[in-house]
């Protein structure tokens, strides 16, 4: 009985190592072009989100008179810090008052934010009580609701207790974070092992003392990301104040510059310090990101993965 022979595969002439015959030089060369087409498209898009930065810089940097006669994306007389000194003296300094207010309201907020729903999503994640679920969609349920449609109710709520144009009127439903809440009870179910906490109930901690000393601390990935959303949302903020606030005291600098910019037929001057004041107000953002992306791409990958 003759033996059955197997054909093997044909060796590449230049590297002796065995592929399939039909596997020409051109299938290694589509990781390439798949890579090459990825960068290209990331290229196109960081130019498309970096354009109106690029624009809002050089435009800022020019005289009134410069900025609708000039090259719009490039620089003329430069002007950038003296039209920075401009603004911070117009009207007594009311733009650094309103980046403190936007500092104030964002900060302060954003941090009691997180700490309230970190404290209820933790809780649906690791007590049994009656209605959790029911809680849970309940919360679900209000990431879906946009933000203007309760715009009105809050209006007429703070209108019964006498808290319109008051810090409060902004500040107090800054403090509800239905996002968080979720992101908080997923990255808690993951992160926080019930053995650990069993571990410190038996050293006689208490419920509280173990959520502050324990699992807060593995939670802190998701803690800044929930931060940080919350962070850009009351900072970006501008229904809210527009129904709630009649002081220009008491305006965060994204609706301050909004009332400046709807002057700009009666003050023409003013473009250009509406445009150093957008320039100016997305730098506290950019910092916030940059300082805390490490943090934040591991919550959102936690999150992703559960």
């Known amino acids: 009985m003759s033996a059955v022979t197997t054909p093997r595969p044909a060796r590449s002439p230049r590297t002796g190592s065995s592929r399939p015959a039909g596997i020409r030089s051109g299938a290694v060369r589509e990781p390439l072009v798949s890579r090459t087409s990825a960068m290209l498209v990331m290229a196109v898009f960081t130019v498309y989100f970096l ?11 020019k005289s009134t008179g410069d900025i609708l006669t000039t090259n719009p994306l490039w620089f003329a007389d430069m002007r950038l810090f003296s039209n920075i000194g401009d603004l911070f003296a117009y009207r007594d300094g009311i733009f650094l008052r ?37 809680v849970f969609d309940v919360v679900l349920g209000g990431v879906l609701v946009p933000a203007t449609a309760l715009a009105l109710p809050l209006f007429l709520i703070f209108s019964q207790v006498q808290l319109t144009n008051t810090f409060w009127a902004v ?5 509800v974070s239905p ?28 419920e509280i003392r173990t959520f502050f000393t324990v699992s807060l601390r593995l939670m802190s990935p998701a803690l800044v990301t929930m931060f940080l959303f919350q962070f850009v949302a009351i900072w970006n903020n501008f229904f809210l104040p527009l129904i709630m606030l009649r ?29 150093i004041g957008a320039l100016l107000s997305v730098i506290p953002l950019i910092v916030i990101f940059l300082l805390l992306q490490r943090f934040w791409r591991n919550g959102l990958g936690t999150g992703a993965l559960k």
């Not at 354009?51 to 940097?61: C, G, K, R, T």
């Not at 808690?188 to 906490?197: G, H, I, K, N």
Request: aromatic share 14%.
């Open 51 to 61: 354009l109106p930065l690029w624009w809002l810089l050089v435009a800022s940097s």
């Open 247 to 275: 002081s220009e005291e008491l305006f965060p600098v994204v609706f301050g510059l909004y009332g400046w910019n709807n002057q700009l037929n009666q003050i023409p001057e003013l473009r250009g310090l509406v445009l």
């Open 171 to 175: 500040f107090l439903p800054s403090l």
């Open 179 to 206: 996002f968080g809440v979720y992101l908080a009870r997923i990255f808690a179910a993951s992160s926080v092992p019930d053995e650990l906490l069993e571990a410190s109930r038996l050293d006689g901690a208490g």
């Open 98 to 134: 309103w980046l403190g207010n936007s500092l104030l309201y964002a900060g302060l907020g954003g941090a009691v934010a997180t700490l309230l729903a970190a404290m209820a999503g933790y809780a649906l994640a690791k007590y049994r009580f009656p209605g959790r679920e029911l």
